[in-house]
Nanobody
Framework: HVQLVESGGGSVQAGGSLRLSCAAS?????MGWFRQAPGKEREGVAV????????YYADSVKDRFTISQDSNKNTLYLQMNNLKPEDTAMYYC?????????????????????WGQGTQVTVS
Protein backbone atom coordinates (compact mmCIF):
# COMPACT_ATOMS: atom_id res chain seq x y z
CA HIS A 1 0.00 0.00 0.00
CA VAL A 2 1.23 3.49 -0.84
CA GLN A 3 -0.14 6.76 0.50
CA LEU A 4 -0.77 9.62 -1.90
CA VAL A 5 -1.20 13.30 -1.04
CA GLU A 6 -2.31 15.78 -3.70
CA SER A 7 -1.90 19.54 -3.72
CA GLY A 8 -2.14 22.45 -6.12
CA GLY A 9 -5.80 22.67 -6.99
CA GLY A 10 -7.72 25.92 -7.02
CA SER A 11 -9.87 28.28 -9.02
CA VAL A 12 -8.74 29.80 -12.30
CA GLN A 13 -10.25 31.57 -15.26
CA ALA A 14 -10.55 29.86 -18.62
CA GLY A 15 -7.23 29.91 -20.44
CA GLY A 16 -5.27 29.87 -17.21
CA SER A 17 -2.88 27.28 -15.81
CA LEU A 18 -2.49 25.17 -12.69
CA ARG A 19 0.02 22.54 -11.59
CA LEU A 20 -1.04 19.64 -9.43
CA SER A 21 1.40 17.65 -7.31
CA CYS A 22 1.11 14.23 -5.74
CA ALA A 23 3.57 12.96 -3.15
CA ALA A 24 3.81 9.18 -2.88
CA SER A 25 5.03 7.43 0.25
CA UNK A 26 6.82 4.64 -1.61
CA UNK A 27 7.62 2.71 -4.74
CA UNK A 28 5.13 2.53 -7.61
CA UNK A 29 5.09 1.20 -11.18
CA UNK A 30 2.28 3.30 -12.61
CA MET A 31 0.92 6.62 -11.40
CA GLY A 32 -1.74 8.82 -12.83
CA TRP A 33 -4.31 11.53 -12.57
CA PHE A 34 -8.03 10.96 -12.71
CA ARG A 35 -10.91 13.39 -12.37
CA GLN A 36 -14.54 13.29 -11.43
CA ALA A 37 -17.07 16.00 -12.13
CA PRO A 38 -20.40 16.13 -10.26
CA GLY A 39 -22.79 13.54 -11.61
CA LYS A 40 -20.16 11.93 -13.82
CA GLU A 41 -17.98 8.86 -13.56
CA ARG A 42 -14.34 9.10 -12.61
CA GLU A 43 -12.19 9.22 -15.74
CA GLY A 44 -8.53 8.90 -16.55
CA VAL A 45 -6.69 12.10 -17.43
CA ALA A 46 -3.08 10.93 -17.81
CA VAL A 47 -0.79 8.22 -16.48
CA UNK A 48 2.96 7.59 -16.47
CA UNK A 49 5.00 4.44 -16.06
CA UNK A 50 7.46 5.39 -13.35
CA UNK A 51 10.34 3.28 -14.71
CA UNK A 52 10.10 3.86 -18.47
CA UNK A 53 8.45 7.27 -18.45
CA UNK A 54 5.82 6.19 -20.96
CA UNK A 55 2.74 8.39 -20.82
CA TYR A 56 -0.87 8.12 -21.89
CA TYR A 57 -3.40 10.94 -22.12
CA ALA A 58 -7.11 11.37 -22.57
CA ASP A 59 -7.89 12.93 -25.94
CA SER A 60 -9.64 15.81 -24.20
CA VAL A 61 -6.43 17.00 -22.53
CA LYS A 62 -3.76 16.18 -25.11
CA ASP A 63 -1.61 19.19 -26.02
CA ARG A 64 -2.88 21.05 -22.93
CA PHE A 65 -1.86 18.86 -19.98
CA THR A 66 1.53 17.33 -19.24
CA ILE A 67 2.18 14.57 -16.72
CA SER A 68 5.66 14.25 -15.27
CA GLN A 69 7.49 12.84 -12.29
CA ASP A 70 10.40 13.50 -10.00
CA SER A 71 11.61 10.01 -9.24
CA ASN A 72 13.97 11.16 -6.52
CA LYS A 73 11.11 12.72 -4.62
CA ASN A 74 8.45 10.12 -5.50
CA THR A 75 6.35 13.02 -6.71
CA LEU A 76 3.94 13.18 -9.62
CA TYR A 77 2.90 16.37 -11.38
CA LEU A 78 0.19 17.48 -13.77
CA GLN A 79 0.79 20.75 -15.57
CA MET A 80 -2.54 22.01 -16.88
CA ASN A 81 -2.52 24.81 -19.45
CA ASN A 82 -5.29 26.49 -21.42
CA LEU A 83 -7.83 25.28 -18.89
CA LYS A 84 -11.47 25.09 -19.93
CA PRO A 85 -14.67 25.13 -17.85
CA GLU A 86 -15.18 21.47 -18.74
CA ASP A 87 -11.95 20.67 -16.88
CA THR A 88 -13.71 21.55 -13.63
CA ALA A 89 -13.63 18.47 -11.41
CA MET A 90 -12.10 16.84 -8.38
CA TYR A 91 -8.69 15.57 -9.44
CA TYR A 92 -7.30 12.42 -7.88
CA CYS A 93 -3.83 10.94 -7.88
CA UNK A 94 -3.69 7.16 -8.22
CA UNK A 95 -0.97 4.54 -8.19
CA UNK A 96 -0.31 0.85 -8.39
CA UNK A 97 2.65 -1.34 -7.53
CA UNK A 98 1.77 -4.45 -9.53
CA UNK A 99 2.40 -3.61 -13.19
CA UNK A 100 3.42 -0.70 -15.40
CA UNK A 101 0.99 1.50 -17.26
CA UNK A 102 -0.32 -0.14 -20.44
CA UNK A 103 -1.89 1.43 -23.46
CA UNK A 104 -5.06 -0.58 -23.79
CA UNK A 105 -6.57 0.02 -20.38
CA UNK A 106 -4.46 2.84 -19.06
CA UNK A 107 -7.43 4.78 -17.70
CA UNK A 108 -9.22 1.91 -15.99
CA UNK A 109 -10.09 3.03 -12.47
CA UNK A 110 -10.31 -0.56 -11.21
CA UNK A 111 -6.60 -1.11 -11.95
CA UNK A 112 -5.54 1.41 -9.31
CA UNK A 113 -5.84 0.32 -5.66
CA UNK A 114 -4.19 3.41 -4.19
CA TRP A 115 -5.85 6.84 -4.24
CA GLY A 116 -5.28 10.28 -2.83
CA GLN A 117 -7.97 12.37 -1.19
CA GLY A 118 -8.44 14.60 -4.22
CA THR A 119 -7.93 18.27 -5.00
CA GLN A 120 -10.57 20.52 -6.52
CA VAL A 121 -9.99 22.34 -9.80
CA THR A 122 -12.55 24.96 -10.81
CA VAL A 123 -12.38 26.79 -14.13
CA SER A 124 -14.74 29.68 -14.76
Amino acid sequence: HVQLVESGGGSVQAGGSLRLSCAASGYTLCMGWFRQAPGKEREGVAVISTSSGSTYYADSVKDRFTISQDSNKNTLYLQMNNLKPEDTAMYYCAARLTFACTGGSWGAVYNFPNWGQGTQVTVS
